[in-house]
Nanobody, 127 residues
């Protein structure tokens, strides 16, 4: 089993920045791809960003590419999401998730590949 705990959400004005963190515990963190997803009220949970277990590659949704950066520190069992130039449409609950398979060759972007989820952290961007 693995536990994921997100933090760093909050209220920010459009154009501002936030840095989300997700700390993992319970299993070896460094061998699993990690992802960030978000869910706005009335909408499906959507992929935001993902990072390879080794950290060498990342993937982003088109809506956040160039504004968000995902990174990981395997020594601290932590994955980050730096969010810049925030827009009101970025408002959502943000979740981090861990891949169900160790040493995945690619960064998964489908939510059903991720087996473990945090409780979420609210991000609200005011206009």
């Amino acid at each position: 089993q693995v536990q994921l705990v997100e933090s760093g959400g909050g209220l920010v004005q459009a154009g501002g920045s936030l840095n989300l963190s997700c700390v993992a515990s319970g299993r070896s963190f460094s061998v699993y791809a990690m992802g960030w997803f978000r869910q706005a009220p009335g909408k499906e949970r959507e992929f935001v960003a993902g990072i390879h277990w080794s950290g060498v590659s990342t993937r982003y949704s088109d809506s956040v590419k160039g504004r968000f950066t995902i990174s990981r520190d395997n020594a601290k069992n932590t994955v980050y999401l730096q969010m810049n130039s925030l827009k009101p449409e970025d408002t959502a609950v943000y979740y981090c998730a861990a891949d169900r398979t160790a040493f995945s060759a690619a960064v998964p972007i489908t939510r059903y590949v991720y087996a473990y989820w945090g409780q979420g952290t609210q991000v609200t961007v005011s206009s």
